[in-house]
């Protein structure tokens, strides 16, 4: 098993360097930290974690809840997470809260029993348990929110416009002709979903057609935009903008199921940009969510707040891309 002085042979710097990299690399120089870095993953070396922690009296361990595992979107962020996480020296537990307040509190209990280190959190709440913690260290609670933002939350969060997003996909389908445009929200209590609504309504109401604009609300899973756009076509619309992938597969499902195709007779629009929506049948068009980066930067943040190191940036907020495929086309 590679050793630590092995990482320092190999990067030609001296063991502390390597263990200042590993715990401190904010202050190393950048080119010395990427060979530093490259050596371990060449080696592949693995700190002594338990003993870290001894001489630290710190869990060198992240909790990262997800509101829904069995979400694909969420497996691209827990995976850039986990590499930053390794990066800087850390572990990472995940914990599924399932939408549920009280599996939230539970898992907020191991911060405040010291069982972690810090919480990534993905959903839309701060878990309650959490409030008095916030309130007594404030900025230097370790607790950073990731995808979802809210500044009522009051905590450092990584996440993109959702609102500009969502706008960009409706300004599309109003250049291919669309008029009568379905929406596929997700909850209401969501902070994305009333953004992305608010973006949509916007762009419709620039091209004079929000009084076009059907609105349902659905779950992200694919069997809720099933159900939404069964009732939406029944409506008369010609595109379906659905707030996530999984609700828009539902979507194409349903178009198919009345005999209808798509893009020829309806046109269906998603959100996230899964890897599987490349291959969709048709490819999906959506919005691309960098979703890696996303689970790196949550972490890069906490981790600034636990080092004690100054972030240039509270709230940081990603780039989205609009990528265009075969599921959207000029209405017929």
């Not at 959903?123 to 009522?152: F, K, M, T, W």
């Not at 159900?227 to 619309?237: F, R, S, T, Y």
């Amino acid at each position: 098993m590679p050793t630590i002085i092995d990482v320092a042979a190999r990067a030609g710097v001296s063991t502390a360097t390597v263990s200042r990299v590993l715990s401190q690399p904010d202050r190393v120089a950048e080119s010395t930290r990427h060979r530093v870095l490259e050596a371990v993953r060449a080696l592949g070396y693995r700190p002594n974690v338990a003993a870290r922690t001894l001489r630290t009296l710190r869990a060198a361990r992240i909790l990262l809840t997800v509101p829904d595992i069995s979400n694909p979107f969420f497996a691209s962020v827990i995976r850039g997470a986990e590499e930053a996480a390794r990066d800087a020296g850390y572990a990472v537990v995940v914990g599924d809260t399932r939408h549920d307040p009280e599996v939230e509190d539970q898992y907020a209990e191991m911060l405040s029993r010291r069982e972690v280190d810090g919480l990534i959190f993905l959903g839309h709440r701060l878990p309650a348990s959490l409030a008095p913690l916030l309130a007594q260290q404030g900025a230097a609670a370790p607790i950073v929110n990731g995808c979802e933002y809210s500044p009522d939350i009051g905590v450092p969060s990584v996440h993109i416009d959702n609102a500009a997003a969502s706008a960009a996909m409706v300004d599309h389908l109003v250049s291919l002709g669309h008029r009568a445009i379905g929406l596929v929200t997700g909850p209401a209590i969501s902070p994305i979903s009333r953004d992305r609504l608010a973006g949509a309504m916007a762009a419709a109401q620039r091209a004079g057609l929000a009084e076009q604009v059907a609105v349902r609300t659905g779950d992200y899973s694919a069997r809720s935009g099933f159900e939404q756009a069964a009732a939406l076509l029944d409506a008369g619309v010609t595109a379906l903008f659905c707030f996530s992938d999984e609700m828009a597969l539902g979507a194409i499902a349903a178009v198919a199921a009345r005999g209808l195709s798509c893009p020829g007779d309806i046109s269906v629009a998603g959100f996230d940009d899964l890897p599987l929506a490349r291959y969709f049948q048709p490819p999906l068009t959506t919005i691309a969510q960098p979703k890696a980066m996303i689970g790196r930067r949550t972490v890069e943040l906490l981790v600034a707040i636990l080092r004690n190191v100054k972030s240039p940036s509270r709230h940081v907020t990603l780039d989205h891309e609009l990528v265009v495929r075969g599921s959207t086309a000029r209405v017929p």
